[in-house]
């Protein structure tokens, strides 16, 4: 059974509304409730789409982390637009965004690196995500071989680090009965205020 939505009844800030629903999946026992959809698109605006882990949610936007020479980082850096979309199968929801994005500063990606366990720290210190390698073997060896010479603190690897989503738009879906959804899009205007309206499902 799921809770019917509209524009009235929705928190007036969608990112307040977005972090509401993110804690019901959580309750839900959703698993991994933060991960989303992430579309980026190449200079020819060919999309790619891959999930990643939202990391932080305030007014500034959506952050999330990763290796910048990985295809959505390079997609970003020459096409700085991108989209996202959670689905929360128990809760019959689906949130979608879309926005800019920006780099984080590398004080706030290194305050998350700090948090992060030292194996995946070792991990993401020695891939140069979504390049070629011949064996695993290869990349066992490169862990191996960090681990037993890299100080207690890893360093921030120069390629890695944070983005922020900018949202422009946000939209929040609920399943009802007969395949007549409940859809309702926040547009930010110019002036940074949000706009609500229901859309046809
Ligand atoms: C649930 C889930 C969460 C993921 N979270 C991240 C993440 O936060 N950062 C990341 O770099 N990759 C994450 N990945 C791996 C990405 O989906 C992807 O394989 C990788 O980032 C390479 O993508 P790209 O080559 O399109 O840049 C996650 C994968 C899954 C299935």
Known sequence: ?????????????????????????????????????????????APSVRYVLLRGLDADGLR???YRGSRKGRDVAINPWA?????????????????SVRLLSDDESLAYWRTRPRGSQLSASISMQGQEVATRA????????????????????PMWGGYLIVPRTIEFWVS?????????????????TWNRRRLQP
């Open 64 to 66: 999330y982390f990763t």
């Open 176 to 192: 009802r009965s007969d395949r007549l959804h409940d859809r309702v899009e926040y547009r930010r205007g110019g002036d940074g």
């Open 1 to 45: 059974m799921t809770t019917p939505i509209d524009p009235t009844t929705l928190d007036p800030d969608p990112i307040r509304q977005l972090e509401q629903w993110l804690a019901d999946a959580e309750t839900a026992g959703v698993p991994l409730p933060n991960a989303f959809a992430l579309a980026t698109a190449d200079d020819q605006g």
């Open 83 to 99: 989209a996202g979309a959670f689905w929360w199968p128990t809760l019959d929801r689906q949130v979608r965004v879309s926005g």
């Open 138 to 157: 290869e990349l066992e060896a490169r862990v191996a071989e960090l681990a037993a010479t890299a100080p207690e603190e890893l360093p921030l690897p």
